[in-house]
């Protein structure tokens, strides 16, 4: 089992940046990936980004790509998501999400979530 726990949410102006964290907890060696999704009420759970742990290869969503970053700290067991130049679209619940090895980091549905934290961006 891996528990997982996001932090670092909150409400900025259009423009700002805001880093959100993840911290693992748990059997971390049996993940292939981790990656951060996003929701808002109504509409379907969007892929950010994710990272392959061994290699540290990112892969991102289009809508974030060249904004946002994904990094992760092995000693710290913590997963990153740092956001720049923020928009009012980007306001959503984020979710810190780990997939267990043998299943796919694209096409399966991530094994492990945490809580989520919320992300506001006003105009």
């Known amino acids: 089992q891996v528990q997982l726990v996001e932090s670092g949410g909150g409400s900025v102006q259009a423009g700002g940046s805001l880093r959100l964290s993840c911290a693992a907890s748990g059997d971390i060696n049996s993940l292939s990936c981790m990656g951060w999704f996003r929701q808002v009420p109504g509409k379907e759970r969007e892929k950010v980004a994710h990272?392959?742990?061994?290699?540290?290869?990112?892969r991102y969503a289009d809508s974030v790509k060249d904004r946002f970053t994904i990094s992760q700290d092995n000693a710290k067991n913590t997963l990153y998501l740092q956001m720049n130049s923020l928009k009012p679209d980007d306001t959503a619940m984020y979710y810190c999400a780990a997939q267990r090895r043998g299943l796919s980091c694209v096409q399966a549905p991530f094994t492990y979530w945490g809580q989520g934290t919320q992300v506001t961006a006003s105009s």
């Open positions: 990272i392959y742990i061994d290699s540290g290869s990112p």
